[in-house]
Nanobody
Framework: QVQLVESGGGSVQAGRSLRLSCRASGYYIGSRTCLAWFRRAPGQERERVAVIDSGGWTNYTDSVYGRFTMTIDSAKNTVYLQMNSLKPEDSATYYC???????????????WGQGTQVTVSP
């Protein structure tokens, strides 16, 4: 059974940093896999924030480009999202998700974590 467990959320002031972790079990992320961080703020649609494939290719949504960095540690079966220069608009529940590798890691993600809350105050 595939499980994704996020950690690292919290409450910080604008301009500070947080690092989210997503550890996978029952699923090896080091081969032919896409992993992504999505977020959903109250009243807003879910947004894909960052994605990485098992080869290390990454892509970010424009609003976090240059501030967020997603990395993969295959040995630990874990992905990370380093979030710097946080803004109040980054406040949301962040979800880790995984799927088999696809072109630009597009398509339906069928494995999800439970989410971790990030709150950024002005």
């Amino acid at each position: 059974q595939v499980q994704l467990v996020e950690s690292g959320g919290g409450s910080v002031q604008a301009g500070r940093s947080l690092r989210l972790s997503c550890r996978a079990s029952g699923y090896y992320i080091g081969s032919r896999t896409c992993l992504a961080w999505f977020r959903r703020a109250p009243g807003q649609e879910r947004e894909r924030v960052a994605v990485i494939d098992s080869g290390g290719w990454t892509n970010y949504t424009d609003s976090v480009y240059g501030r967020f960095t997603m990395t993969i540690d295959s040995a630990k079966n874990t992905v990370y999202l380093q979030m710097n220069s946080l803004k109040p608009e980054d406040s949301a529940t962040y979800y880790c998700a995984a799927r088999d590798i696809s072109h630009l890691c597009m398509g339906t993600y069928n494995n999800w974590g439970q989410g971790t809350q990030v709150t950024v105050s002005p």
